[in-house]
């Protein structure tokens, strides 16, 4: 059998036991298409090549090439200043490109700037390349447009009339026993099911489960993306979710339904569904997948799973022979083999009498799993608590309800003080935290799960007065004779290096030596390296480089390991050698950020301004202080933007120990030192009970130009208001 489809209006036709089953697409495009530009970090190393039959796939290089002529996006990103070292570049404009197609232009910067949480870039900053994309907004605010939104090319997909000619085979052989299969019914996919017997068998549509838990040991793959039954919906009395739709889907169906009576609730959903995972995950994933992952490890804090336990959702499941309608809960502990989630059933609750709220704490505002999560639903009536339902996520791997603190609050008056300060501490006897890595460690989310119980409450209050600028609201100029003495311990642990294109070397044998391209941005230092190793006069190893925007500190040294493994491979076998390394071996070859340990004493007067300074504080190196960032970066950071007098005594020491060399990336050494003085400023206000803003002001000297940026900043970010919001609630 034959997988075929396109990239770049280029056909393929591939045959099954010519590729392994698991082969992805990103997989394909590299090594066999040879199209470099689509980066092993995008969503395609999580579709599978078997899926894609029939596709027409567009990279990089098909958008635009210097040959044929860039794609607006392309040239508008070079306009702005949008790239650097370019290795992030293709992912962006891909991303733009599939909004622009999937909205048919008409899209306002807003949801431009909500669709890249899946994107990283290490070099600019992220905001010229936002205003790249904004530029194509249908509300553009620029002055320029250099080609009409309608005039993008779109897909030539759209609109044409199938011609029957990318039908997909219903089942495909592999090498080694693997079988793919591509059913178009429920029926034939519980007849697939029905005939393996005992083979281990996955359930395949937006494959986004890799990213989260491996399988392995699959021998059976059943592509269910074309079973109509699992993508439909209807909106009636109820809400009922194809099992097989994916989150972005499922948005937009909540979205539309969310303006009917009875599905109000919908709003708050939605709000904790833009906080999963990220665009271009959301449009692949789908719920039956996300409500799986909670089944086979209940570990994991699944928003998706939290939301619907909370609105009271069923499952129906199926069989070849049965369906079975459930709660949430039944189904963790129902046996789902040979079984499909079908759909999901989402009730009405009036808005009148119902409270709803969802929650979840996270590392960073896009693109993460939840370190706890929560939904609350009360309904209440004359003031009394008819039933509720309190759910959490990221507990432990057993607790999903909190049984105790719903029955204590039936009947009883949810804003009376006493009840509630009663049920904040039976909640705090259910919520037992366990630890399964990679979760946080139960120390750190054991604050968090106090935090969420907390109602996010906003004020908004009408007004035409301008905001009182900080600089009226800080005391008179005055040095108090009174002083507080405080002393700290800070630690900052170690930190993989992240770099988003790994050190690679390319080695060709000459008659005269060796030729090199390195990935460095210090050629003298991997020509001594591999002149050491080989014992070469450096006349005979010749390397050259190119441009190495954006490559920061991991191309100093750490390149040097690959240069040499790479020389000596082709020096040996007289045979030109590419090294290249996964993304994991390339951050364990590369060392760490230096762990560091600090201790303070600081004197500081009642206004926070700091009169003497003192910091001892000690860097992990490794077994070599040849990359010691102390006195050349970290100590010259630690006064950061404060105002450093003689009463500042900063001590710096290098600690040898039988660890891996470590190494700088990103900030070298300044990133500690500004940490540990940062550190220093939250703990003065904590001390001296003042805002953090206001003791870091006070630091400030009056000719620094932090002096007038901070108040306009806090101006800009609304501070004064929302602190005033809080102090209110609080």
């Given amino acids: ?81 949008g790239t650097q070292c370019g290795y992030c570049s293709p992912g962006f404009i891909m991303q733009m490109y599939s909004l622009l197609e999937g909205s048919k232009g008409r899209i306002t910067s807003k949801e431009i700037e909500n669709s890249f949480g899946g994107n990283l870039c290490r070099c600019t900053g992220y905001r010229p390349i936002l205003d790249t994309m904004k530029s194509f907004a249908s509300n553009c605010e620029y002055d320029f447009v250099d080609v009409d939104i309608e005039d993008l090319k779109i897909c030539p997909k759209v609109g044409k009339v199938c011609d029957r000619k990318c039908k997909i085979p219903k089942m495909v052989k592999f090498n080694g026993d693997r079988t793919w299969y591509h059913p178009h019914s429920l029926p034939e996919v519980f007849d697939i099911l ?11 549509a937006g494959n986004t489960a890799q990213g989260v838990y491996r399988s392995s040991g699959v021998e059976v793959y059943i592509d269910v993306n074309n079973v109509t039954e699992l993508r439909s919906y209807d909106v009636g009395d109820v809400v009922e979710l194809g099992g097989n739709m ?32 990220s665009v271009q995950i959301r449009n692949l994933g789908t719920i039956a997948g996300n409500l799986m992952m909670k089944h086979e490890h209940n570990e994991f804090a699944s928003d998706i799973f939290v939301m619907l336990l909370t609105v009271d959702a069923r499952l129906v499941v199926a069989n070849n022979s049965s369906q079975v309608k459930m709660t949430l809960l039944e189904f963790l502990d129902f046996d789902m083999a040979r079984h499909v989630i079908v759909k999901i059933i989402l009730p009405q609750w009036d808005k009148d009498t119902t409270l709803h709220g969802a929650y979840k704490i996270l590392p ?26 309190i759910v959490f996520g990221g507990i432990n791997s057993r607790f ?18 006493k009840t509630f300060e009663q049920a904040l501490n039976i909640l705090d006897t259910e919520l037992q935290l366990d630890w399964v890595l990679p979760a946080p460690s139960p120390e750190y989310r054991q604050p968090l799960k106090d935090a969420i119980r907390i109602e996010d409450i906003s004020y908004y209050e009408d ?43 390319v080695c060709i044998p000459r008659e005269d030596g060796l030729f090199l391209y390195s990935s460095t941005q210090y050629m003298d230092l991997v020509q001594t390296s591999i002149t050491n190793a080989l014992n070469l006069p450096d006349n005979r190893i010749e390397i050259e480089v190119r441009r190495t925007g954006g490559s920061f500190g991991s191309r100093i040294s750490r390149c040097n390991h690959v240069a040499v493994g790479c020389a000596l491979a082709s020096w040996l076998s007289n045979r030109p050698v590419r090294f290249v390394q996964t993304i994991e071996n390339n951050m364990r070859i590369s060392g760490k950020r230096f762990a560091c340990i600090a201790d303070y004493t600081v004197t500081v007067d009642e206004q926070g301004r700091i009169q003497s300074y003192t910091l001892n504080f000690y860097e992990d190196m490794g077994f070599s202080t040849n990359e010691s960032p102390i006195d050349d970066f970290t100590i010259p950071a630690v006064p950061n933007c404060y105002n450093k007098t003689s009463s500042w005594q900063i001590n710096g020491n290098n600690v040898i120990t039988d660890a891996p060399s470590n190494s700088w990336f990103r900030a070298p050494g ?34 620094s130009y932090m002096k007038k940026l901070l108040p306009d900043f806090i101006k800009q970010i609304r501070i004064p208001s929302t602190t005033q919001g809080h102090k209110c609630f609080q």
Wanted: glycine share 6%; net charge negative; charged share 25%.
């Fill in 1 to 81: 059998m034959r997988i075929e489809f396109s990239i770049n209006k280029k056909k393929y036709s591939v045959k099954s036991e010519d590729l392994p089953a698991s082969i992805t697409l990103n997989t394909f495009i590299r090594d066999h298409a040879e199209l470099f530009g689509t980066n092993r970090g995008v969503y395609s190393c999580l579709t599978l090549l078997n899926v894609c039959h029939g596709w027409e796939i567009v990279t990089i290089e098909g958008l635009g090439n210097r040959l044929d002529g860039y794609h607006p996006l392309q040239e508008r990103l070079a306009h702005f200043n």
């Fill in 194 to 204: 029905d005939n393996i017997q005992d083979r281990h068998y996955m359930l395949v």
């Fill in 246 to 277: 994916p989150l972005t889907e499922v948005m937009r169906v909540l979205e539309n339904a969310s303006k009917l009576d009875g599905f109000e609730y919908f709003r708050g959903l939605l709000k904790h569904l833009d906080l999963v995972a």
């Fill in 364 to 389: 960073r505002a896009q693109h993460a799993h939840a370190f706890v999560n929560a939904g609350f639903l009360f309904s209440v009536s004359g003031g009394k608590i008819r039933s509720s339902k």
């Fill in 400 to 417: 999903n309800e909190s049984i105790a603190t719903v029955d204590f609050f039936k009947g009883r008056n949810l804003f009376d003080p």
């Fill in 463 to 505: 007004s035409d007065d301008d905001f009182v600028d900080l600089e009226e609201e800080l005391p008179n100029e005055k040095r108090f004779s009174k002083t507080k003495r405080i002393r700290g311990h800070f630690e900052l642990g170690l930190q993989f290096h992240l770099s988003i294109e790994s050190n690679t070397t």
């Fill in 670 to 703: 300044t990133l500690e030192g500004i940490a540990m003085t940062e550190n220093v400023m939250e703990h003065i206000a904590w001390e001296v009970k003042m805002d953090p803003v206001d003791v870091r002001y006070n630091n400030i000297p009056d000719d």
